[in-house]
């Protein structure tokens, strides 16, 4: 739930206090107050929350900084070993060409929407750590990534390479292999 709807329900809740105190409607007005607490509670959560997801991206591309890919990559890998997840890949965006940084940054934007619950972040190139995704699944979506930023007209050329851990590899070891097979 976005931070303005909580806002919206915050503002409406305190102008019916305020009316119930004018009507001195005293229970009334307490279960509002409390109700306007927790309200209030769940704002300032959810500016903690956001604050430190935020402190984690990339200043330029608003994507996740190389550390934190990398601590994301461990806590996949770590599920992918307890079993609660089937497979897991990393897949290298690369850009054929020296783009701008407007073009970058909203190459990402497209990506964060697109794989919107997947780690994305910034290696030497745009990097998506994708969640149960089978290999056949993943080039159509691929296609499908490419006829949908010609629609946007976003004209962001690149190569990418997809590799699918295996058993025990390393975070750089998954990305020297997908940096290797580029298509």
Not at 38 to 65: F, N
């Amino acid at each position: 739930m976005k931070r303005r709807n909580f806002l919206i329900t915050f503002i409406t809740i305190f102008v019916i206090a305020i009316i119930l105190a004018i009507l001195k409607q005293w229970q009334l007005l307490y279960a509002a107050l409390t109700f306007l607490f927790v309200i209030g509670i769940m704002i300032i959560a959810s500016a903690i929350i956001d604050h430190s997801y935020k402190k984690k991206l990339d200043k330029r591309y608003q994507i996740l900084t190389k550390e934190n890919l990398i601590k994301e990559y461990q806590k996949i890998k770590i599920s992918k070993e307890a079993g609660k997840i089937k497979a897991f890949c990393l897949v290298y965006f690369n850009l054929e060409k020296d783009f701008r940084g407007n073009d970058l940054k909203s190459f990402s934007e497209f990506l964060k929407t697109k794989f919107s619950i997947d780690p994305i972040g910034y290696d030497d190139g745009v990097v998506v750590i994708v969640v149960n995704m089978h290999e056949i699944m993943m080039n159509e979506l691929i296609k499908i990534i490419k006829n949908e930023m010609k629609e946007k007209e976003l004209f962001v050329r690149f190569n990418y390479g997809i590799a699918y851990y295996g058993n025990n590899e390393s975070y750089q070891e998954l990305y020297n292999e997908a940096k290797s097979l580029r298509s």
